[in-house]
């Protein structure tokens, strides 16, 4: 495609990061694959781009804010998982993390962040890409637990924080 494809290409991939990054975290992968063609992009990408922004534009989506209790009963809860050469040139790897807040007297949660992105480290097993991914995790804890003592004080500091990943050893 001549440059301004590629550009239209670009716009339509921000426009899809942007909806991921707000109230899509499903989407978030998908545009990851999307960023893979930056620069050669084919008409039959763009299309397909288009055709993923005219989907979402027709998928309404609900956000809301349980009621999570007093902030003696929270946990804050983050899961990551890694996928190993799982981009389409079969080399790159992707983590993902997603961190919760949950009161599970009132079996009530709420998602605090999400996030997918490149593994900026070459693994050459899933073992390696999870313990990556666990420590990003574990930094978007410290993160989000920083931003909560700031808005409810310094109570947050004694909410149990648990981490949870999906490993298959193959054995």
């Given at each position: 495609?001549?440059?301004?494809?590629?550009?239209?290409?670009?716009?339509?991939?921000?426009?899809?990061?942007?909806?991921?990054?707000?109230?899509?975290?499903?989407?978030?992968?998908?545009?990851?694959?999307?960023?893979?063609?930056?620069?050669?992009?084919?008409?039959?990408?763009?299309?397909?781009?288009?055709?993923?922004?005219e989907?979402l534009?027709?998928?309404p989506?609900?956000?809301?804010?349980?009621?999570?209790?007093?902030?003696?009963?929270?946990?804050?809860?983050?899961y990551?998982?890694?996928?190993?050469?799982?981009?389409?040139?079969?080399?790159?790897?992707?983590?993902?993390?997603?961190?919760?807040?949950?009161?599970?007297?009132?079996?009530?949660?709420?998602?605090?962040?999400?996030?997918?992105?490149?593994?900026?480290?070459?693994?050459?097993?899933?073992?390696?890409?999870?313990?990556?991914?666990?420590?990003?995790?574990?930094?978007e804890?410290?993160?989000?637990?920083?931003?909560?003592?700031?808005?409810?004080?310094?109570?947050?500091?004694k909410?149990?924080?648990i981490?949870?990943?999906?490993?298959?050893?193959?054995?």
């Amino acid at each position: 495609m001549c440059p301004d494809g590629q550009a239209e290409y670009r716009s339509c991939e921000a426009k899809i990061l942007y909806i991921g990054f707000q109230s899509r975290p499903d989407v978030c992968f998908e545009r990851k694959v999307l960023s893979t063609k930056y620069g050669k992009a084919t008409k039959k990408d763009l299309k397909s781009a288009l055709k993923k922004i005219e989907k979402l534009q027709g998928e309404p989506t609900h956000m809301f804010f349980p009621d999570l209790g007093e902030v003696k009963s929270w946990s804050i809860v983050g899961y990551s998982d890694a996928g190993v050469k799982s981009m389409l040139d079969k080399l790159t790897s992707v983590e993902g993390q997603v961190v919760v807040v949950v009161n599970e007297e009132k079996h009530a949660a709420c998602i605090l962040n999400w996030r997918s992105k490149k593994l900026q480290r070459k693994v050459v097993s899933s073992m390696a890409g999870e313990a990556l991914a666990m420590v990003a995790l574990i930094g978007e804890i410290v993160y989000n637990r920083a931003i909560l003592s700031q808005i409810f004080g310094e109570e947050i500091n004694k909410i149990p924080a648990i981490v949870f990943t999906r490993h298959e050893s193959g054995r």
